[in-house]
């Protein structure tokens, strides 16, 4: 059983700049879930995608959007990027949106300067 | 919406120390509660769950916590801790059957032991 997969581990962008990165779910899981981790800090919450489909949102702005493919792969797109945007990255998948364990990919550490 | 409280920062025990981490939530209605754990250069693992049923879970490698309803508490537990549990703790908690289930964490809480 091949677990979370996160792309690329570690990138650097400058202000402004926009960024794409990518999550592999568990085999058979359909839903994927986002979360930034800030330095020192626990991971917030940004959205969730069920079937293709966004199924709930955190606090973040509309530069924050994302995609979930027919295998469940998914991607987290980040726009106008902003210093603070500087974090950890999370995605975690599971079966179901309810009552399911999410399991974590290792994250992306994405840095702006 | 829910939040999680963990008031411990930084705790520092020794080897073969007891351990208690505390955990508190608030929301008004039934929930999911984990603990997460972040070793050194790894991803966040779980440690353990609660659900529902009896509320004293237990998880992996010796650790247990228990869900207290009354107090919205979920304290983590281990009678004995060992160098190689040096990491950060997560509580963490989802409002149960709300069909979008998003993890709320603490802040966590850095546990290091000294051999």
């Known amino acids: 059983e091949t677990g979370v997969t996160q792309s690329p581990t570690h990138l650097i962008k400058t202000r402004g700049q926009q960024v794409t990165l990518r999550c592999s779910s568990q085999?058979?899981?359909?839903?994927v879930s986002w979360y930034q981790q800030a330095l020192g800090q626990g991971p917030q919450f940004i959205f969730q995608?069920?079937?293709?489909?966004?199924?709930g949102r955190g606090n973040f702005p509309p530069r924050f959007s994302g995609l979930q493919f027919p295998n469940y792969s998914s991607e987290l797109n980040v726009n106008a990027l902003e210093l603070d945007d500087s974090a950890l990255y999370l995605c975690?998948?599971?079966?179901?949106?309810?009552?399911?364990?999410?399991?974590f990919g290792p994250g992306t550490r994405l840095t702006v300067t | 919406a829910q939040s999680v409280s963990q008031h411990n920062h930084h705790v520092i025990l020794s080897e073969a120390a007891s351990l208690e981490l505390g955990c508190n939530y608030s929301?008004?209605?039934?929930?999911?509660l984990f603990w997460y754990v972040q070793y050194p250069g790894q991803h966040l693992q779980l440690l353990l769950k609660?659900?529902?049923?009896?509320?004293l879970v237990k998880g992996i490698k010796g650790f247990e916590a228990e869900f207290i309803k009354s107090k919205f508490s979920f304290n983590l537990r281990k009678p004995s801790v060992q160098w190689s549990d040096t990491a950060e703790y997560f509580c963490?908690?989802?409002?149960?059957?709300?069909?979008?289930?998003?993890?709320?964490f603490g802040t966590g809480t850095r546990l290091t032991i000294i051999p």
């Open positions: 975690a998948s599971s079966l179901g949106t309810s009552s399911y364990e999410q399991y």
């Open positions: 085999s058979g899981h359909n839903t």
């Open positions: 995608y069920y079937r293709e489909e966004e199924n």
């Open positions: 929301y008004g209605g039934t929930v999911n």
């Open positions: 609660y659900f529902s049923g009896d509320p």
């Open positions: 963490a908690v989802t409002a149960a059957n709300f069909g979008n289930e998003k993890l709320t």
